[in-house]
């Protein structure tokens, strides 16, 4: 159980083009998913909270015109990199909250690798 | 402020050598901890969490932690490591909100 997909797995994009990551709770439903990057060898840095039907919350310093979060329903999250630029090639994960899990762990998909070039 | 802190970034233990994983936290109410797994180029896993209770935690794949408080400690163990447990490893630390994550301590296996 508990588990959690990202779609695409990899992606190359031109400069200046936008690239879309879904992010689905597979088998519960999630009330919050979070949208995370990681560069090389490095930890997870929190870009934005996403709850079911409301507007995401960005963390400081996190473009929110550039990096366009939807949550439309409990088991789907998406992330729009808007004008992509070659310093936005990343490791992006997403992870997902149970909305009847008792406790507060979050559940991480498999990672979409960007390279924009 | 709160800070995960895992003081080791690289470790190296031979197969079936016990290991001992630090991590340190700073969290202004009463925390819930995690750790979790990755292997490259993959997402997160879940070894194990603490909410409350028993302060020594079992988890998957034979890792247990302790949680001490008063020394503001996670620490996971294994008392005998597999090849395959060689990746990297990260503590969180979080409360109903948002999670933060240490900066991860890369465990290398040799045989």
């Known amino acids: 159980g508990a588990v959690v997909s990202q779609h695409p797995s990899w992606v190359i994009c031109k400069s200046g083009t936008s690239v879309k990551i879904e992010c689905r709770s597979l088998?519960?439903?999630?009330?919050?998913m979070f949208w995370y990057r990681q560069f090389p060898k490095q930890s997870l840095m929190l870009m934005a909270t996403?709850?079911?039907?409301?507007?995401?919350?960005?963390e400081q310093g996190v473009e929110k015109d550039k990096f366009l979060i939807n949550h439309a329903s409990l088991t789907l999250s998406t992330l729009t990199v808007t004008s992509a630029h070659p310093e936005d090639s990343s490791f992006y994960i997403c992870?997902?909250?149970?909305?009847?899990?008792?406790?507060?762990?979050?559940?991480f998909g498999p990672g979409t690798r960007l390279t924009v070039t | 402020a709160q800070s995960v802190t895992q003081p080791d970034i690289h470790i190296t233990v031979s197969e079936g050598a016990s290991l001992e994983l630090r991590c340190n936290y700073s969290y202004g109410a009463t925390p819930y901890l995690f750790w979790y797994v990755q292997s490259p180029g993959q997402g997160l896993q879940l070894l194990l969490k603490y909410f409350s209770g028993d302060t020594l935690v079992q988890g998957i794949k034979g890792f247990e932690a302790e949680f001490k408080r008063s020394q503001s400690s996670f620490n996971l163990r294994k008392p005998s490591v597999h090849w395959s447990d060689a990746a990297e490893y990260f503590c969180a630390v979080g409360g109903t909100d948002k999670l933060i994550f240490g900066t991860g301590t890369r465990l290398q296996v040799f045989p």
């Open positions: 992870s997902a909250r149970d909305r009847q899990g008792a406790g507060y762990e979050q559940y």
């Open positions: 996403s709850n079911e039907g409301s507007k995401a919350t960005y």
């Open positions: 088998d519960f439903q999630a009330t919050t």
